[in-house]
């Protein structure tokens, strides 16, 4: 597989031949996508997607062929739906993001009020 124009396995130990059927299944709840093989559950192959995603095969011999379907695999659907529900869950346990800080000039400009953050930036800048 390709990701950011890297080539990369699949998942880690996996492999597939001929007859072989591959199940690819995008939870945009979690921003994941999970791989199945004859329908047995391999892992998360790829984590943090982009708002949109579109599918589509590569192949690399001459003579492979490939189908897509979409079909819908009621127990892979209803995994994924928990899935989504306890990362939902664990999302809206965590505290707040704190505010972004203002641009470095600002800090330095009011340093009485930014002493630790300016100096934590210019420690950053520096390195």
């Excluded at 490939?66 to 127990?75: K, L, M």
């Excluded at 972004?100 to 630790?116: G, H, Q, S």
Aim: charged residues 25%.
């Amino acid at each position: 597989t390709w990701s950011g124009g890297v080539r990369t396995d699949w998942l880690e130990g996996a492999s597939y031949g001929q007859g072989d059927r591959i199940g690819v299944l995008v939870n945009m709840d979690t921003r994941t996508v999970n791989l199945y093989k004859n329908g047995q559950f391999l892992g998360k192959a790829w984590g943090d997607l982009p708002d949109e995603v579109y599918p589509f095969v590569t192949l690399s011999q001459p003579d492979a062929s490939a189908e897509i379907t979409f079909p819908r695999f009621e127990s892979e659907i209803a995994r994924e739906q928990r899935q989504s529900a306890l990362y939902l869950d664990f999302l809206a346990s965590q505290p707040p993001k704190p505010p972004p800080l203002p641009p470095l000039e600002y800090m330095i400009r009011n340093t009485l009020e930014y002493k630790e953050p300016v100096i934590k930036e210019i420690k950053k800048a520096i390195r």
